[in-house]
């Protein structure tokens, strides 16, 4: 087996965590929030706290990675994260909570461009969009396994006990990935030329690099990156935060029906993330770079948001429950599309890049976990904020048809990214 493909499974692993870790507060939020006596409106901020923070310190995280390299920073980063998760289960009160959600959210931050800048130096180029593809629909198994691990778990012994299990398990894992991983393929023993070749010579000149901001910020597809992200998490950041509240206490679902529904959207992810790096890469060899990724990107956002309002006029709560993890399905296939986005224009950059379309897509999440909260809180009405999602969805999907994934964000980069298609 090839040296990268182990590089791939221990990213899988990672991502499966990641999302157990994020989730496992998202599932048992209807016990936390009677527990603590938190209301909708003070839900919304739990959650937005992490996302703020996160998004706060993704750019400077992702940097962090492309110069240090991301064998000790993501040990770094899963290492906090697991902390926090373990100190969230034994949080007693609304301020404690929100303290720990930030600083939760600030060690979580930067694992995803720093998994990014993993694949740029591990993976060649025609691999990037498939790798992502596996990469995201990894996080959505872990999705979908929370809630069929943390409703037992928290009906057997507690919520709490959840937050401190997957607390454990992410600190095995940065033990390994400290003692196993390293930053170059040239640095690993046992990987052998013929495979460092196949990697392509971008591995060495990734990463280490300052990072050209102004060009960056005078340059307007980077803007688009931003803003098509940033409008996109609205939809994402729903069925993170508020989904299993949503199907409680908005479509009447009892907590034994809730696990299969809540666990459907991310089974559905993990198909369309896989399904969708591979077409990413195929609609990019038949149809030029440019028209392959928009075309999937587009079309998968826009259905998503019809998606979202077919769901919100629904009243039989089972077809509304389908039609939502369908809408999450749909909107999964462009994921792998936009993290190889910037990949191809971002080169040895590809960390910073993707940190702050990350952070982007932060902002974005923040400000629907707490805007869900305060139009429930202020209407008592659940559906009314899936307009507000689905309209942000058909604004991210106008948005990605006009990113141009040839053109280098970076002036002085000499190889456009459509070189490594022809």
Request: aromatic share 14%; net charge positive; with cysteine.
């Amino acid at each position: 087996m090839k040296t990268r493909y182990i590089v791939l499974v221990f990213l899988v692993l990672l991502s499966v965590i990641t999302f157990l870790d994020r989730l496992c507060i998202a599932v048992a939020g209807p016990r936390m929030q009677e527990d603590l006596s938190i209301t909708p409106e003070q839900w919304g901020w739990v959650l937005g706290a992490f996302v703020l923070a996160y998004g706060l310190f993704e750019i400077p995280t992702g940097s962090l990675g492309d110069r240090l390299g991301q064998r000790r920073v993501v040990t770094r980063i899963v290492v906090w994260w697991s902390a926090f998760t373990v100190l969230t289960g034994s949080v007693t009160g609304l301020y404690p909570l929100l303290a720990v959600r930030f600083l939760f959210g600030a060690g979580e931050a930067g694992a995803y461009p720093n998994i990014a800048g993993s694949i740029a130096r591990w993976f060649p180029a025609g691999e990037r969009a498939r790798t992502q593809g596996f990469i995201w629909a990894a996080g959505r198994a872990g999705g979908a396994i929370a809630p069929l691990l943390v409703v037992p778990i928290q009906t057997r012994f507690s919520w709490r006990a959840a937050f401190w299990i997957f607390g454990l398990v992410g600190l095995v894992w940065s033990a390994l990935w400290w003692w196993w991983y390293r930053d170059r393929p040239t640095q690993r023993p046992g990987v052998s030329q013929e495979e460092i070749a196949e990697i392509g010579a971008h591995q060495e000149s990734t990463g280490h690099a300052g990072v050209p901001w102004r060009a960056l910020l005078l340059n307007r597809q980077f803007w688009y990156i931003l803003l098509m992200y940033g409008c996109y998490a609205w939809g994402s950041w729903f069925f993170f935060s508020w989904l299993h509240t949503y199907l409680i206490k908005g479509r009447g679902f009892r907590e034994g029906e809730m696990s299969f529904f809540s666990a459907l959207p991310f089974t559905l992810g993990v198909v369309s993330n896989i399904a969708g790096g591979f077409l990413s890469d195929v609609f990019s060899r038949r149809y030029g770079l440019r028209a392959g990724r928009r075309l999937l990107g587009s079309a998968s956002l826009a259905t998503a948001a019809v998606l979202l309002i077919a769901t919100a006029v629904t009243q039989e709560k089972t077809v509304a429950a389908v039609l939502l993890a369908l809408g999450f399905g749909v909107m999964d296939l462009m994921l792998p599309s936009a993290w190889a986005i910037c990949l191809d224009v971002g080169s040895q950059h590809a960390g910073a890049i993707t940190g702050a379309m990350n952070t982007a897509g932060q902002l974005g999440g923040f400000a629907c976990t707490v805007v869900f909260g305060y139009l429930v809180g202020r209407t008592g009405n659940y559906e009314l904020p899936l307009f507000v999602i689905a309209a942000m969805l058909a604004v991210s999907a106008a948005l990605f048809s006009r990113i141009d994934p040839t053109r280098p964000l970076v002036p002085d980069n000499q190889v456009s990214a459509a070189a490594h298609w022809a």
